[in-house]
C-alpha cells in the first residue's frame, strides 16, 4: 500500500527534498538582487540624463524579472542570458550608433546644454588695473599676505581697501590652505617681507589660494608679485541668453548647431549634441573633400578583402593538394611547418613584417638591394603599401584555408582519382576538375566569413600602415590603406574634431554593406539559412 503526501496531510506541490527548496528560494533571492541592481542603474543614469542607457537596464530589468518570476516562462530562462547579452552588446550598440549618426555629436558638440550653460557661468575674468602687489610677512611660524594697490587703479568697492592684510597662512604642505579673509589696515606688518626666493618656492601654494575681501571679493594669483579680483564673466537672462559682463555682448544659444553664438555670429565652445537630421550621410556623398576619399577607400576595401580570400584560398589548396600527394615524404614536418605561422598571435606577425618591410633597415629591401639594385618605399608609396598589405595579410591567412582544404580533400572518394589515372589524367588535371570543384561548395559559407573578416580587418591596417600614406585633400583624416573601419575610427578618435556622428554614419553604412553582402552572396550561392 503507497501512502501518498495527500494521505499524510502535506501539500502536494511541497518538495520531498528540501536542497530543490533551498535552490528555488536561492535563485529567487539572486532574481531579486540583480531586478534592484538594473533599476539602481535606471536611476544613475536617469540622473546623469543618459536616457537610452535608463531606457536600456530599464528593459534589462522588467524582462528579468518576467521571464524568471513568472513559472509559464521557465522555459525561456536557459535562453535568457543569451539574448541579455545580445541586447546589451549587440543590439543596443548598434542602435545607439545609429542614433549617434544623426547629430552632430563631436568632441565640440559634447556636453549638454545644462553643463555647458554652467560652463559659461562658471568662468571668470581678472579686472583690468585692479591688481594688488603683495608680499609676505612673518607671523610666528606663519606668514600673512600685505596687499597694497595703486591709489587710482581700484574701483569705487576697492577704493576704501587700498590696503589688506591676511589672517595666519601656514606653509607647510600637511597644512594646506585654500580660502583666506583679508582685513582692511593703516599700515603694513613690523618686520621686513620674505625675500623673493619665499615667493618662488611657495608659488603652488599663493596660486591656490583665495582671498576674501570684507564685501566678499574673491581675490586670486595673477602674477608672481600680484593677487587681483576674478570677476564672474557670463550672467543668465531670463530668455536662457548669456550676457558677457567684459563687453556687455550677448551669447544666443543656437538650437540647430548646439553652440552659444555671439551678435556677430561667432560660435562660442563647447557646445551641445543636437539632431542634424540625415547630414552627416548627405555630408558623405556631397562634399567633395570627403566623397572622394570615402569612394577611394571603399573600393579599395572591397579589393583587399576579395583579393585577400583569393590569395590565401590558392595557396591554402595548392598546399593542401601537394600534402596529400603519395609519393610525398616527411608530411607531418611539412604539415606542422606550414601551420606554424597560425599559431604565432596576429600582431607578433604584423609587427614583425614591419620591421622586415622597414624602408631604410629591413631585411627584405636589404635582400633586393644587393640583388636587383632596389629599394622599394613600401611606406610611402601607395600601390606598394597596399601590396604590402596584400602579401602579409595572405601570409596570415593562407593557413586557415589549408586546414579547411585539406579536411575536405581527404573526404573526396579516393575512386575518382583512380577512374581520372585510367583516363590519362595527371594531378594538375585532378586538382581543377575533381577536387577544386568538389571542395568549393562547401567552402563557400566559409569564404563569406572570411571576406567578412578581412572587410572589418582593422588590426592589420592599424599595426602596419595605420592608413598611410595619407590621401591629399581629404577635410578627414584618410589613407590609401585605409579600410572603412579604420577610415572610421580615425575619423572618430584621431580628428582634430572628432566627429562622432560623420563617424556613426561611415559606420552604420559599413554595417549595412555588410549585412547586404552577406546576403547577396549566401543568396547566390544557394545555401540554405
Known amino acids: 500500500?503507497?501512502?501518498?503526501?495527500?494521505?499524510?496531510?502535506?501539500?502536494?506541490?511541497?518538495?520531498?527534498?528540501?536542497?530543490?527548496?533551498?535552490?528555488?528560494?536561492?535563485?529567487?533571492?539572486?532574481?531579486?538582487?540583480?531586478?534592484?541592481?538594473?533599476?539602481?542603474?535606471?536611476?544613475?543614469?536617469?540622473?546623469?540624463?543618459?536616457?537610452?542607457?535608463?531606457?536600456?537596464?530599464?528593459?534589462?530589468?522588467?524582462?528579468?524579472?518576467?521571464?524568471?518570476?513568472?513559472?509559464?516562462?521557465?522555459?525561456?530562462?536557459?535562453?535568457?542570458?543569451?539574448?541579455?547579452?545580445?541586447?546589451?552588446?549587440?543590439?543596443?550598440?548598434?542602435?545607439?550608433?545609429?542614433?549617434?549618426?544623426?547629430?552632430?555629436?563631436?568632441?565640440?558638440?559634447?556636453?549638454?546644454?545644462?553643463?555647458?550653460?554652467?560652463?559659461?557661468?562658471?568662468?571668470?575674468?581678472?579686472?583690468?588695473?585692479?591688481?594688488?602687489?603683495?608680499?609676505?610677512?612673518?607671523?610666528?611660524?606663519?606668514?600673512?599676505?600685505?596687499?597694497?594697490?595703486?591709489?587710482?587703479?581700484?574701483?569705487?568697492?576697492?577704493?576704501?581697501?587700498?590696503?589688506?592684510?591676511?589672517?595666519?597662512?601656514?606653509?607647510?604642505?600637511d597644512e594646506?590652505?585654500?580660502?583666506?579673509?583679508?582685513?582692511?589696515?593703516?599700515?603694513?606688518?613690523?618686520?621686513?617681507?620674505?625675500?623673493?626666493?619665499?615667493?618662488i618656492a611657495n608659488r603652488a601654494l599663493m596660486q591656490a589660494l583665495t582671498l576674501?575681501?570684507?564685501?566678499?571679493?574673491?581675490?586670486?594669483?595673477?602674477?608672481?608679485?600680484?593677487?587681483?579680483?576674478?570677476?564672474?564673466?557670463?550672467?543668465?537672462?531670463?530668455?536662457?541668453?548669456?550676457?558677457?559682463?567684459?563687453?556687455?555682448?550677448?551669447?544666443?544659444?543656437?538650437?540647430?548647431?548646439?553652440?552659444?553664438?555671439?551678435?556677430?555670429?561667432?560660435?562660442?565652445?563647447?557646445?551641445w549634441p543636437v539632431a542634424v537630421g540625415l547630414e552627416n550621410y548627405t555630408k558623405i556623398f556631397t562634399d567633395p573633400d570627403i566623397r572622394g576619399p570615402f569612394l577611394q577607400i571603399f573600393f579599395w576595401t572591397f579589393a583587399f578583402a576579395g583579393m585577400t580570400v583569393a590569395f590565401t584560398l590558392a595557396v591554402g589548396f595548392v598546399l593542401a593538394s601537394l600534402l596529400q600527394w603519395d609519393q610525398l615524404r616527411g608530411k607531418a614536418i611539412y604539415r606542422t611547418l606550414l601551420i606554424l605561422p597560425y599559431a604565432v598571435p596576429a600582431f607578433i606577425s604584423i609587427l614583425i613584417f614591419k620591421g622586415m618591410f622597414n624602408q631604410n633597415h629591413g631585411e627584405i629591401n636589404l635582400i633586393l638591394q644587393n640583388l636587383f639594385g632596389i629599394s622599394p618605399d613600401w611606406f610611402t608609396d601607395p600601390a606598394l603599401a597596399r601590396t604590402m598589405l596584400l602579401i602579409v595579410n595572405t601570409w596570415l591567412g593562407y593557413p586557415y584555408m589549408l586546414l579547411l582544404c585539406m579536411g575536405l580533400i581527404q573526404s573526396i572518394p579516393r575512386d575518382l582519382y583512380e577512374a581520372s589515372a585510367v583516363d590519362g589524367g595527371g594531378p594538375l588535371t585532378n586538382m581543377l576538375h575533381i577536387t577544386l570543384p568538389l571542395i568549393l561548395k562547401p567552402l563557400t559559407p566559409l569564404l563569406i566569413a572570411a571576406f567578412a573578416f578581412n572587410f572589418n580587418n582593422f588590426v592589420l591596417i592599424a599595426l602596419l600602415t595605420g592608413g598611410k600614406p595619407d590621401i591629399l585633400g581629404a577635410s578627414t583624416?584618410?589613407?590609401?590603406?585605409?579600410?572603412?573601419?579604420?577610415?572610421?575610427?580615425?575619423?572618430?578618435?584621431?580628428?582634430?574634431?572628432?566627429?562622432?556622428?560623420?563617424?556613426?554614419?561611415?559606420?552604420?553604412?559599413?554595417?549595412?554593406?555588410?549585412?547586404?553582402?552577406?546576403?547577396?552572396?549566401?543568396?547566390?550561392s544557394k545555401v540554405k539559412v
Open 1 to 173: 500500500m503507497f501512502v501518498t503526501n495527500a494521505s499524510r496531510g502535506l501539500p502536494r506541490h511541497r518538495s520531498r527534498y528540501p536542497a530543490e527548496r533551498y535552490t528555488r528560494w536561492a535563485l529567487r533571492a539572486l532574481t531579486v538582487l540583480l531586478v534592484l541592481a538594473t533599476l539602481w542603474l535606471v536611476v544613475a543614469f536617469h540622473l546623469r540624463g543618459q536616457w537610452m542607457f535608463s531606457l536600456l537596464f530599464l528593459v534589462l530589468g522588467a524582462s528579468l524579472a518576467i521571464v524568471f518570476g513568472k513559472r509559464q516562462l521557465m522555459s525561456h530562462r536557459y535562453i535568457f542570458p543569451a539574448l541579455a547579452g545580445m541586447g546589451v552588446f549587440v543590439i543596443f550598440p548598434l542602435v545607439y550608433t545609429i542614433g549617434i549618426s544623426f547629430s552632430n555629436y563631436s568632441s565640440s558638440n559634447l556636453l549638454s546644454e545644462e553643463r555647458v550653460r554652467a560652463q559659461f557661468l562658471d568662468q571668470t575674468y581678472q579686472a583690468e588695473g585692479q591688481a594688488f602687489d603683495f608680499a609676505l610677512y612673518r607671523d610666528g611660524d606663519r606668514v600673512r599676505l600685505y596687499l597694497e594697490g595703486e591709489s587710482g587703479e581700484l574701483d569705487a568697492e576697492l577704493e576704501g581697501q587700498r590696503q589688506l592684510l591676511s589672517a595666519p597662512l601656514s606653509l607647510q604642505a
Open 176 to 199: 594646506p590652505t585654500r580660502r583666506l579673509t583679508v582685513e582692511p589696515v593703516e599700515a603694513p606688518p613690523s618686520g621686513e617681507p620674505l625675500p623673493m626666493r619665499a615667493l
Open 212 to 271: 576674501e575681501t570684507p564685501d566678499g571679493t574673491e581675490l586670486s594669483m595673477a602674477g608672481l608679485r600680484s593677487f587681483a579680483p576674478m570677476l564672474p564673466r557670463f550672467d543668465a537672462n531670463p530668455d536662457g541668453s548669456l550676457t558677457d559682463l567684459r563687453d556687455d555682448t550677448t551669447l544666443t544659444p543656437d538650437q540647430e548647431t548646439g553652440f552659444f553664438v555671439t551678435e556677430d555670429g561667432e560660435r562660442l565652445t563647447p557646445g
Open 477 to 524: 583624416p584618410a589613407g590609401t590603406t585605409d579600410l572603412l573601419v579604420s577610415y572610421t575610427y580615425r575619423i572618430a578618435f584621431q580628428d582634430a574634431g572628432q566627429q562622432f556622428g560623420l563617424a556613426a554614419a561611415i559606420a552604420t553604412l559599413i554595417f549595412l554593406l555588410v549585412v547586404g553582402l552577406s546576403w547577396l552572396n549566401l543568396r547566390l
